[in-house]
Structure formats: structure tokens, C-alpha cells
């Protein structure tokens, strides 16, 4: 089994950086081969990575069943009209309660969001569905985005019992924090995340999640010139 690894792209223009090999995730030295890679949601610089490992080593790639919606979403703002939006570019469409088998593994799929969530043993493997609890949670700002759908996915994921081991796909390190992290658990999200903590309604959520983001519009802001040739932002 493989993480999907990213490929070396421009990050504010969604753009590759050429045919190199990816630069983040796993190689593929000679011999590499793998039963399964499982994606947990549709970043390009991974599924981009995902397709080139495939290439590679011929291990299947995989991904959540929403992929379609995802991409009748993005696929306009990137001027992608004519990419099939059925999946066709995967080999496995995972629903809920699907399962996995590689090795001696049994991995069980949770549809959280637009990500997935496998669970693997006392491990639940997020994506970006959940943050560090001193982080919180994503923004869902994005086209598409639908915070009540956020809500219920991340309750799925804090109905797991609590010695459940949870790993983030991503940490920005809130001020405070200079180390990066990875690992936090169903315990300490219920009782320390700073959005979905015990005691937090999902109206209260829903709300904090459509106010105003100062984070999101400084990034917008910095985002550069406008887009060239061949180069699609997200708009």
C-alpha cells in the first residue's frame, strides 16, 4: 500500500515543473511494486504523482467515489471542460463502509467530505478532513465547499473510539507551535479542538465556518499577477 506521492508543480499556478519524478511521497526505485495506492482526496500535485507511480510500478490507484463531484466543480476553473468527471481515471471508486485488503491489512472507508478516511487497525489515516486540535479544521470556502457536510463528515471521525490514533494529511503550525505534527487522537479532538470540541453545536460550527476568514483573504491577496498562458488559478 502507498500513500500517493505528490510531483514537483507550481504551487500558485497548479502547474507541473516538467516530467520529474515526484518530489514528495515515495520513489520508485527498481523493483518498487505495491498492491494499492489510496489517495484521501484530489490534490493535483498528488493525483499527479499517483498516476506517474502507477506508471511506474503498476500498483492501482484509488480514491473516494465523490471524485466525479470534485471535478464537475474544479474542472471549469481550470479550463478542464472536457475531463471526464465518471473517474475513469482511477482505478477503484471507494464508497462508504468499502474495504481494502492489502497484505494482512484490512482497511475500511469512511466518506468524509470530499476526502476519505481509511481506517486501518487503532488508526484512522484523515486527509484534510481534520486539523490538529490546535489548529481545528479546514476552511470550506472552496467552490463547492459545504460546511454542514464538513460537520457531519468530522463526527464521523470523532464517533471512533477515543484511543483512536488520527493522522492529519497536512499541519500549519499555528502560532505558538514551531514542530510539525502529524499524529493527535479521538480524545484529544473532542476534548481540545478549537472548532469541534465537546460542547461545540453544529450551528455554532456552521457558523464560525461561513464568517469571514482574514487567513483565506491574505492569501488571496497574495496570489500574484493574473494567470498566463497555460497556467489556470482558482477562481
Not at 481550470?78 to 482511477?90: E, S
Not at 471521525?157 to 477515543?162: D, E, Q, T, V, Y
Amino acid at each position: 500500500m502507498f500513500p500517493a506521492p505528490a510531483i514537483q508543480y507550481k504551487g500558485a499556478a497548479t502547474r507541473r515543473a516538467g516530467q520529474q519524478s515526484p518530489a514528495v511521497g515515495i520513489g520508485a526505485p527498481a523493483g518498487l511494486a505495491g498492491e494499492d495506492q489510496a489517495d484521501v482526496h484530489a490534490h493535483a500535485n498528488h493525483l499527479a504523482g499517483g498516476h506517474w507511480l502507477r506508471d511506474q510500478t503498476g500498483a492501482p490507484l484509488v480514491i473516494g467515489a465523490r471524485i466525479g463531484d470534485v471535478k464537475r466543480v474544479f474542472a471549469p476553473r481550470f479550463a478542464m471542460d472536457d475531463l471526464a468527471n465518471d473517474g475513469r481515471q482511477f482505478d477503484m471508486l471507494l464508497e462508504e463502509g468499502a474495504t481494502l485488503s492489502p497484505g494482512n491489512l484490512t482497511i475500511r472507508v469512511l466518506q468524509t467530505a470530499a476526502c476519505v478516511t481509511y481506517l486501518v487497525g487503532d488508526a484512522a489515516f484523515v486527509g484534510d478532513t481534520l486539523l490538529m486540535p490546535d489548529y481545528g479544521t479546514p476552511p470550506c470556502d472552496f467552490p463547492g465547499g459545504d460546511a454542514a457536510m464538513l460537520h457531519a463528515s468530522i463526527q464521523k471521525i470523532l464517533a471512533l473510539p477515543p484511543e483512536t490514533r488520527i493522522f492529519v494529511g497536512r499541519d500549519y503550525l499555528p502560532a505558538g507551535r514551531s514542530d510539525c505534527a502529524c499524529e493527535t487522537s479521538v480524545a484529544a479532538q473532542k476534548a481540545g479542538n478549537i472548532h469541534v470540541h465537546d460542547g461545540v453545536s453544529a450551528d455554532d460550527f456552521i457558523a464560525m465556518r461561513h464568517a469571514p476568514c482574514p487567513r483565506c483573504d491574505a492569501g488571496a491577496a497574495a496570489a500574484g499577477p493574473a494567470q498566463a498562458a497555460g497556467e489556470y488559478r482558482c477562481r
